[in-house]
């Protein structure tokens, strides 16, 4: 077998090898959530989501990121009416964000986060990653 034939060979391997969301083939998706926290329950809420909620999400299939930011301030135009945080989430799929939302840790988890909150009125976006 000639070296090409090698190369391409093992070049054809390599890219298999490469999961399709590395490769651009899969677009995920990102769920932003814009939450009003309690100032006096803020912490509680940090304390859920960092040893709670967040390592539990990363165990999930086609998982790939989650954080929860605090507005500084709005740089250019209104911020989000009464939105102190920001719930981000990022997975492979919307199948996968469906399946995650229905099992029964995340049913357990989220309402401890909503119990932080003034209000259960948030908005929910959903994303395609472009």
Request: proline share 7%.
């Given at each position: 077998?000639?070296?090409?034939?090698?190369?391409?060979?093992?070049?054809?391997?390599?890219?298999?090898?490469?999961?399709?969301?590395?490769?651009?083939?899969?677009k995920p998706?990102?769920?932003?959530?814009?939450?009003?926290?309690?100032?006096?329950?803020?912490?509680?809420?940090?304390?859920?989501?960092?040893?709670?909620?967040?390592?539990?999400?990363?165990?999930?299939?086609?998982?790939?990121?989650?954080?929860?930011?605090?507005?500084?301030k709005a740089?250019?135009?209104?911020?989000?009416?009464?939105?102190?945080?920001?719930?981000?989430?990022?997975?492979?799929?919307?199948?996968?964000?469906?399946?995650?939302?229905?099992?029964?840790?995340?049913?357990?988890?989220?309402?401890?986060?909503?119990?932080?909150?003034?209000?259960?009125?948030?908005?929910?976006?959903?994303?395609?990653?472009?």
């Amino acid at each position: 077998m000639k070296r090409r034939t090698y190369l391409e060979l093992i070049a054809a391997s390599s890219l298999a090898a490469i999961p399709a969301l590395a490769r651009g083939e899969v677009k995920p998706i990102v769920l932003l959530v814009d939450l009003e926290v309690d100032p006096a329950k803020e912490q509680q809420m940090l304390h859920i989501f960092h040893t709670q909620f967040a390592p539990t999400a990363a165990k999930q299939p086609g998982f790939i990121d989650v954080q929860m930011l605090k507005l500084r301030k709005a740089l250019q135009g209104p911020a989000p009416a009464g939105a102190n945080y920001r719930f981000t989430l990022k997975m492979q799929s919307e199948e996968d964000r469906q399946k995650w939302i229905a099992t029964p840790i995340h049913n357990k988890l989220w309402p401890t986060i909503e119990a932080t909150l003034v209000s259960k009125n948030y908005t929910v976006l959903l994303y395609d990653v472009a």
